[in-house]
């Protein structure tokens, strides 16, 4: 499985593009959360937005859910199909009702699924989405009151959506689920009162340290190196074999 982070920034980032990840396995492509920026963090990456298999998003935020009106206008208008989407049952309502349905409602576009394939997932289930890829949602906290998914990817890699400081479920993903990656947001500075701080993670043993690579941070992120323990900071655009 490689990943490919089409950006790595916070919500508020101007250096780098929202985080937003593109996983592919044996060919096929999902996009997990396309924000604000990922119609221009693709093209710049010369990936072709027909190219996505699928895209998965994690909770409604424009750094997350943001560029999918233009993503499912270019399939459809440009392509002439509806995109697979994949996400929680809790959030299929919110993301047309709150999100999508006043720029995208026409004649022919009354509902989400008039302009995507809607896939759900539904929390502790492992579905596999693709031959050799599969993704278990888990309900991580992030903003009272709103409902955000983190993902396990084929069963030992974690990959954060926005969350608050979790260290009970990393320590168990880790000593007792065999997770073997760990891809965490990061709040660099300030109090994480929606987010998880470096200085959290740094609290965390060392060995799952070693494992652990920090996205969605800021723009001062170059403040940072050699002030982050045994993680890393993963870079945009980089292909990771994961
Ligand atoms: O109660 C709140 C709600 C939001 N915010 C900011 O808005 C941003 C929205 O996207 P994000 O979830 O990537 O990051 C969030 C924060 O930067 C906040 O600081 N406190
Ligand atoms: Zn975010
Ligand atoms: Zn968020």
């Excluded at 089409?6 to 937003?20: C, D, L, Q, V």
């Excluded at 492992?126 to 278990?136: S, T, Y």
Aim: aromatic residues 8%; contains cysteine.
């Amino acid at each position: 499985m490689n990943l490919q982070m089409i950006g790595t920034g916070s919500a508020f980032a101007k250096k780098y593009f929202n985080n937003n990840a593109l996983i592919e396995q044996d060919g096929f492509k999902l996009l997990i959360d396309c924000g604000i920026t990922a119609p221009m963090a693709l093209y710049q990456l010369d990936i072709g937005m027909e190219e996505l298999d699928a895209v998965l998003v994690t909770h409604m935020h424009g750094d997350h859910v943001g560029g999918l009106e233009e993503y499912g206008f270019q399939m459809k208008f440009k392509h002439g199909r509806r995109p697979v989407l994949y996400l929680a049952d809790t959030l299929a309502a919110p993301l047309w009702n709150n999100t999508l349905s006043g720029g995208m409602t026409q004649e022919g576009i009354e509902k989400l699924e008039d302009a995507f394939d809607v896939r759900t997932l539904h929390t502790g289930d492992v579905q596999e989405i693709a031959p050799n890829l599969c993704v278990e949602l888990v309900h991580t906290q992030h903003i009272e009151g709103k409902n955000s998914y983190s993902l396990i990817l084929n069963r030992d890699v974690f990959y954060s959506a926005d969350m608050t400081f979790d260290r009970e479920l990393l320590m168990t993903l880790v000593r007792d689920r065999g997770v073997r990656r760990i891809f965490h947001e990061v709040q660099l500075e300030g109090p994480g009162a929606v987010h998880t701080t470096l200085d959290e993670l740094l609290s965390l043993p060392e060995d799952i340290q070693e494992m652990t690579q920090l996205m969605h941070y800021a723009d001062n992120r170059d403040e940072f190196e050699g002030r982050i323990g045994k993680m890393k900071f993963l870079e945009q655009g980089l292909v990771y074999s994961i």
